[in-house]
């Protein structure tokens, strides 16, 4: 008799808020953007906590630049859907537009969330 057992399940990986974010800005950037750069830092205040996120995303190509120009104007008023968080604040910081070699857009955002109570 042969025992056949089914091959074990990889473990499933947890998503964090910080992964959740990254995915939401790259969908309002429909999806033509590039995470370069992601760094997170704890902040607090006397009455609320959570984190300030700043990212810089890269949009290449004539398509893509098009996408990013839209994402910096809807950025500071999107509402996000993050689990357990809230937006506080949403802003860009930056902005760098090249047309030589190809056309591309880098963007600095900064994000402010709060663990919603």
């Known amino acids: 008799m042969s025992s056949e057992t089914a091959p074990p399940r990889p473990p499933r990986v947890r998503r964090t808020t910080a992964d959740r974010l990254r995915e ?32 810089a995303l890269l949009f290449a190509g004539d398509d893509a630049v098009a996408a990013g120009e839209r994402f910096i104007a809807a950025l500071p008023d999107h509402e996000f859907a993050l689990p357990g968080q809230f937006v506080a604040d949403a802003a860009v910081a930056g902005a760098e537009h090249r047309l030589l070699p190809s056309p591309r857009l880098v963007v600095e955002c900064e994000l402010l969330l709060l663990e919603d109570a």
Do not use: D, N, P
Request: no cysteine.
């Open 24 to 55: 939401a800005l790259l969908s309002l950037g429909e999806h033509h953007g590039q995470v370069l750069h992601h760094a997170e830092k704890a902040w607090a205040s006397i009455t609320f906590a959570g984190t300030r996120h700043t990212l």
